[in-house]
């Protein structure tokens, strides 16, 4: 099985004006917008890929980082190496509930890839993201939007690429459909990397239905993230060597030389989730979901920790303060959480059940089918 480290490794040999850009380049570039760079680039700097790998081996806090693999093959590439990283941002408000970060690559061939970043470990953006559920738009993609809007006016000449993993997805369809007219005349394609989608108005605005055509939606065979609410558009099954939620790890995509490895369509398992969801969200008001979003990252703040690696490290104090701060709640609060958090479970199980009892039902048939041509060849054919 090969993935995107060894796709570096087979074609990143390759410039662009000899293998023109694909998909694997565009999650490659998404995932480039993971890593820290908040030392190594600011403001208004522009930095080679080859050059930022220089400098992020070198820094003590990140000699050490898991990903230093994929830079390294990324910098020593001739496909990547001379690429430039510019308006590198980075930013975290819990006031606003906003976690936003993106970056834009420059390519050889006079276009650029703006990256927007996903859900990073932070509390206030496992928040922000939950927020998709009770809010039409949330602070990050607003801040999407205005980020577009500047780098497509800075670098007025070049074809426009925009993408990014799980939220990054989300933000790069977000950003490419409410952009101004002109901006998304020069917009060569929207990519998707197994990100959430958006509720009913906007998925069904003139605006969306404008360049739903630009959009390419990238998702593993048992996705759950890029599952979430409304995505139209082109989508493609990927084969994943994990298993579950793993699969929203980029680095399990099954790659060949010049693609991805496709599948027919999603597992059984990712359309019940994806059913199950849809029916508890219609049977949970938006005020109630706000309320017990609320709730729970109330008690996740009551920690005073900021991301869930220090919650790791301080699990069983942390955990104390957690139980402790859900017992103070008033009963009815208590109460509304549970039944809500129920409610999902109950759902689940009855869909879950439900294909099953349909798995048996063609089961029975395809057993029942030696029985029907043994009836016609005996004339039996009213049966």
């Known amino acids: 099985m090969a993935n995107i480290l060894d796709y570096l490794k087979w074609r990143g040999d390759l410039k662009l004006k000899h293998s023109k850009f694909n998909e694997i380049d565009n999650v490659i570039l998404s995932s480039l917008a993971y890593y820290p760079f908040d030392n190594i680039l600011k403001d208004n700097d522009m930095l080679s890929i080859r050059k930022i790998n220089k400098i992020f081996k070198k820094q003590e806090e990140t000699k050490n980082d898991p990903g230093i693999e994929f830079l390294d093959l990324m910098g020593k590439s001739k496909r990547f190496g001379k690429m430039k990283i510019t308006d590198y941002v980075n930013k975290h408000d819990i006031k606003n509930e906003k976690q936003f970060s993106a970056m834009t690559i420059l390519m050889p061939d006079n276009s650029m890839y703006v990256a927007f970043r996903g859900t990073d470990s932070s509390i206030v953006?496992?928040?922000?993201?939950?927020?998709?559920?009770?809010?039409?738009?949330?602070?990050?993609?607003?801040?999407?939007?205005?980020?577009?809007?500047?780098?497509?006016?800075?670098?007025?000449?070049?074809?426009?690429?925009?993408?990014?993993?799980?939220?990054?997805?989300?933000?790069?369809?977000?950003?490419?459909?409410?952009?101004?007219?002109?901006?998304?005349?020069?917009?060569?394609?929207?990519?998707?990397?197994?990100?959430?989608?958006?509720?009913?108005?906007?998925?069904?605005?003139?605006?969306?239905?404008?360049?739903v055509d630009?959009?390419?939606?990238?998702?593993?065979?048992?996705?759950?993230?890029?599952?979430?609410?409304?995505?139209?558009?082109?989508?493609?099954?990927?084969?994943?060597?994990?298993?579950?939620?793993?699969?929203?790890?980029?680095?399990?995509?099954?790659?060949?030389?010049?693609?991805?490895?496709?599948?027919?369509?999603?597992?059984?398992?990712?359309?019940?989730?994806?059913?199950?969801?849809?029916?508890?969200?219609?049977?949970?008001?938006?005020?109630?979901?706000?309320?017990?979003?609320?709730?729970?990252f109330d008690i996740l703040y009551s920690t005073e920790v900021e991301n869930f690696d220090e919650m790791g490290e301080l699990w069983f104090e942390k955990t104390k303060k957690i139980i402790n701060t859900y017992k103070d709640l008033d009963k009815e609060t208590r109460k509304k959480v549970i039944e809500t958090i129920k409610e999902f479970w109950v759902i689940s199980k009855k869909n879950w059940l439900e294909e099953h009892e349909k798995i048996n039902n063609v089961v029975k048939g395809v057993t029942n089918i030696p029985n029907k041509i043994q009836d016609v060849m005996n004339g039996n054919l009213d049966r």
């Open 125 to 211: 953006g496992w928040k922000e993201n939950l927020n998709l559920f009770v809010k039409s738009n949330i602070p990050s993609q607003i801040e999407a939007v205005k980020y577009l809007e500047k780098i497509a006016r800075k670098f007025p000449d070049r074809k426009i690429r925009v993408g990014g993993h799980s939220k990054g997805g989300n933000l790069a369809i977000y950003a490419s459909v409410f952009s101004d007219e002109d901006i998304k005349d020069r917009i060569i394609n929207i990519y998707n990397n197994d990100g959430p989608g958006f509720n009913n108005k906007i998925v069904e605005s003139r605006k969306y239905k404008q360049m």
């Open 214 to 296: 630009k959009i390419n939606t990238y998702i593993p065979q048992s996705s759950i993230i890029g599952r979430l609410l409304n995505n139209k558009g082109k989508y493609t099954v990927i084969n994943s060597s994990e298993k579950g939620f793993m699969q929203h790890d980029t680095n399990t995509w099954q790659v060949s030389n010049t693609g991805f490895e496709i599948l027919e369509d999603t597992s059984k398992g990712s359309k019940i989730l994806d059913k199950s969801i849809r029916d508890w969200l219609e049977t949970i008001s938006v005020k109630q979901r706000e309320e017990v979003i609320n709730v729970v």
